[in-house]
C-alpha cells in the first residue's frame, strides 16, 4: 500500500426499519505501525465551514475513529465490547454509547477493506443498528466502488 490513498467512507443507520446511507471520498495519507493499519485524511461536513482531521486506526477486530476540530470524538469499536465517548459539536455534547458485534478487516495488496457492525446508543438510550464500510486504496489504482 502507498502513502497516498484514497479513502471511501460509507455509513448506514437504521432505525425504526429507515435506513439513512452518507458516504465520503477523501484523497488521505496511510501508513502501518505495529500491527495497526492508520489513515488520516481532512473532511468537510455539513454545516461546518472548517474541516474535521479524520484518523482510522484499525487491525482485525478493532477499529478507533478519532476527529478533531469543530467537532471531537474518539469512537472506539473493538468486537464485542461496548465503549463510551464524548460526541462534542458546536451545538453541544452528546454521550454515545457503541456496542460493536463485528470488526472485519481484509487486506490485498493495494486495498483495504474495513467494516464494523454496531449499535448506537445516544444518552444511553438505543438510537440505531450501524455499520461503517472502510474501502482504502492506492491513489494510483483508483476506487472499484464494491458494494
Known sequence: MTKDVLVRVSSF?????????????????????????????????EGIEQPVKSMMKFKEGALTVTKKGPLNVNMVFEESQKNNCCYATPYGDMMLGIDTTAVELIEEEDRILVNASYCLEANY???????????????DRGMQFTS
Do not use: P, W
Not at 13 to 23: C, D, I, R
Not at 125 to 139: G, Y
Open 13 to 45: 443507520q437504521t432505525a425504526e426499519e429507515e435506513t439513512e446511507h452518507m458516504e465520503v471520498i477523501n484523497k488521505g495519507n496511510y501508513y502501518k505501525k505495529n500491527d495497526f493499519h492508520y489513515v488520516m485524511y481532512e473532511e468537510m461536513m
Open 125 to 139: 438510550q438505543h438510537l440505531a443498528d450501524c455499520e461503517i464500510r472502510m474501502e482504502i486504496c492506492s491513489k
